[in-house]
Nanobody, 126 residues
Framework: QVQLVESGGGSVQAGDSLRLSCAAS????????VAWFRQAPGKEREFVGC????????EYADSVKGRFIISRDNAQNTVWLQVNKLKPEDTAVYYC???????????????????WGRGTQVIASS
């Protein structure tokens, strides 16, 4: 089992950047595929990006491709989401999630992820 805690959110101007962190506790973090999802008020939770156990596979939603970068350091038990060129439509609560995966496996599906953090708020104002 793994516990996940997000941090790094904030209120910024459109065009600014933030670095979101997902700190994991528990054993064998390197066995988990990890993803970032986000949820805006009144909307469903949506996929943002995901990364495989060793970081060799990364996928992004079309809406953030080229602006957001997901990375991880298993020695630090941390996954990051670098969010650049923020737009007002990026405003949401951002969640980190994980599941036990095989090498190279990732998923964009909310239901695949068993472990979730409580989220960190990102607000991008125009």
């Amino acid at each position: 089992q793994v516990q996940l805690v997000e941090s790094g959110g904030g209120s910024v101007q459109a065009g600014d950047s933030l670095r979101l962190s997902c700190a994991a506790s528990g054993r064998s973090f390197s066995d988990y595929a990890v993803a970032w999802f986000r949820q805006a008020p009144g909307k469903e939770r949506e996929f943002v990006g995901c990364i495989s156990r060793a970081g060799t596979v990364r996928e992004y939603a079309d809406s953030v491709k080229g602006r957001f970068i997901i990375s991880r350091d298993n020695a630090q038990n941390t996954v990051w989401l670098q969010v650049n060129k923020l737009k007002p439509e990026d405003t949401a609560v951002y969640y980190c999630a994980g599941y036990l995966a095989v090498t190279g496996e990732v998923s964009r599906t909310v239901g695949r992820y068993l472990y979730w953090g409580r989220g960190t708020q990102v607000i991008a104002s125009s």
